[in-house]
């Protein structure tokens, strides 16, 4: 199971840090991607992490203002958003990945139910 939390409303500019719980997993045998979707648009992949932390991606839109990490001992993983925009409304989801980093939400194995965040001034 994986839970996510840490979701909210922020104005412009703002910071989040949303969080992943796992358990019933391996975790440090899984990648961990985290992706959203917007109302009305396809859910898109955000940023990922390999299972030793060594290799990370984002998406260009988050580059330079999002931050994943993770935690194997903890079964957890974060992503730090900051400078948020309105266009980072959506729901936030957590996955696992079973090999590389992945943005692609078809390369998810197991997710979360997700969180809201809402950017608005």
């Known amino acids: 199971q994986l839970v996510e939390s840490g979701g909210g409303v922020v104005q412009p500019g703002g910071s989040l840090r949303l969080s992943c719980s796992a358990s019933g997993f391996t975790v440090e045998y899984w990648s961990v991607s985290w992706f959203r979707q917007a109302p009305g648009k396809e859910r898109e992949g955000v940023s990922c992490i390999s299972p030793g932390s060594k290799t990370t991606d984002y998406a260009d839109a988050v580059k330079g203002r999002f931050t994943i990490s993770r935690d194997n001992a903890k079964r957890t993983a974060h992503l730090y958003m900051t400078n948020l925009k309105v266009e980072d409304t959506g729901v936030y989801y957590c996955?696992?990945?079973?090999?590389?980093?992945?943005?692609?939400?078809?390369?998810?194995?197991?997710w979360g139910r997700g969180t809201q965040v809402t950017v608005s001034s």
């Open positions: 996955a696992l990945v079973d090999g590389l980093c992945s943005l692609d939400q078809y390369q998810a194995d197991h």
